[in-house]
């Protein structure tokens, strides 16, 4: 079993990358949020098209809106990192951005290919659903594995990158003209996943934040989709937390 021998190498040596990474909780990681968004939306995706009823018209629609909207954030995401992050790098540590920028214009071909697939199960006939969804459900799942993967390197090895060559105010200020750039569509589709993936203390800091900081509507639309998405549990103590 050689493949299953070279995988568990593989993940060994993923896990003690991690580690060095923790050291500094007290840093500015300005992948951790919308990795948790990704990474909740990739699984959301994955497990709409494994579960689906290909004999269902409405529910083959909602998971190829889910996959669609799934699609939209990954690319905007790797197009921020190449804009923002990436550059910032580069300006400071040259060189140390290539492996990733490469992984990144494989993703962007797979997203291509997984929009491709996804526009097939749209418009197949239902007697030939079943074949396009199992072929779609694999390709997406191991879109999801390389993404993983992938966000791992960057929260390790960029990150180390990042908090070498930046202080805490610059990243947050890089941060911050991230935000900018965004339109209100586009980070009401981050935030719908972030919210219910963070811990309920990065919730109620990122609420309290806003409260202070963002325009009434728009916190107003943020504490709404917190309630939508947000676990019950969860949004007690954002409530509680909000209130106090
Ligand atoms: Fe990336």
């Known amino acids: 079993m050689e493949f299953a021998v070279a995988t568990a190498h593989e993940v060994g040596k993923l ?4 580690r060095p990474a923790s050291v ?6 300005i992948y951790a949020l919308i990795h948790k968004a990704l990474r909740a939306a990739l699984s959301d995706a994955m497990l709409a098209v494994g579960r689906l009823d290909t004999s269902a018209t409405e529910e083959v629609n909602d998971a190829v809106g889910r996959i669609r909207d799934l699609l939209d954030l990954c690319q905007d995401h790797l197009e921020t990192e190449n804009a923002f992050i990436h550059p910032a790098m580069e300006a400071r540590r040259p060189g140390t951005t290539r492996r990733v920028a490469d992984e990144h214009v494989e993703h962007a071909a797979s997203i291509a290919r997984l929009r491709s697939r996804t526009g097939t199960l749209a ?3 239902a007697t030939a659903r079943d074949d396009v969804a199992a072929g779609l459900y694999r390709e997406l799942s191991l879109f999801v594995g390389e993404n993983l993967v992938h966000m791992n390197e960057e929260e390790t090895i960029h990150n180390r990158v990042l908090w070498d060559a930046y202080s805490d105010d610059e990243l947050a200020a ?12 586009a980070m009401q589709r981050a ?18 934040r806003m409260r202070i900081s963002a ?3 728009a916190y107003a639309a943020v504490l ?17 937390a909000l209130a106090a």
């Not at 935030?191 to 309290?208: E, H, I």
């Open 123 to 125: 418009r197949a006939p």
């Open 15 to 18: 896990a003690a990358a991690v």
């Open 24 to 29: 500094p909780p007290e840093r500015h990681d």
């Open 191 to 208: 935030m719908r996943w972030m919210l219910p993936a963070m811990t309920p203390a990065q919730r109620v800091a990122m609420l309290t």
């Open 215 to 217: 325009p009434a509507p």
């Open 174 to 185: 890089l941060e911050g003209a991230i935000i900018a750039h965004h339109p209100p569509a």
């Open 224 to 240: 709404a989709l917190a309630r939508a998405h947000v676990d019950e549990g969860g949004w007690r103590k954002l409530e509680r």
